[in-house]
């Protein structure tokens, strides 16, 4: 069994930072490709960013130049460092990480940019 917990998540004022940390535990829980991504409310959930188990690192027009997602596979994490933020920006974010060949979801984290 593979858990997947996100943290970091909460109120942020408009134009602040936030940095979001996504860990893996269970017996076999190797993070391998990894992404983040996030739901408004009354949308669909998006694709923010992902990176792969080498670093190589993509994301969404909307983010570039203001998040930056990396990882740390000594500690087997992935984290989303998230700078100017803005109202758009908020909403409940998810850490989806492949372990072996299985992907799996944590709970979300909120986050909310008050303007």
């Known amino acids: 069994q593979v858990h997947v917990v996100e943290s970091g998540g909460g109120l942020v004022q408009a134009g602040g930072p936030l940095r979001l940390s996504c860990a893996a535990s269970?017996?076999?829980?190797?993070?391998?490709?990894a992404g983040w991504y996030r739901q408004a409310p009354g949308k669909q959930r998006e694709l923010v960013a992902t990176i792969t188990r080498g670093g190589r690192t993509n994301s969404v027009d909307s983010v570039k130049g203001r998040f930056t997602i990396s990882r740390d596979n000594a500690k087997n994490t992935v984290d989303l460092q998230m700078n100017s933020l803005n109202s758009e920006d908020t909403g409940v974010y998810y850490c989806?990480?492949?372990?072996?060949?299985?992907?799996?979801w944590g709970q979300g984290t909120q986050v909310t940019v008050s303007s």
């Open positions: 989806n990480a492949f372990v072996r060949e299985y992907s799996y």
């Open positions: 269970g017996s076999i829980c190797r993070i391998n490709d």
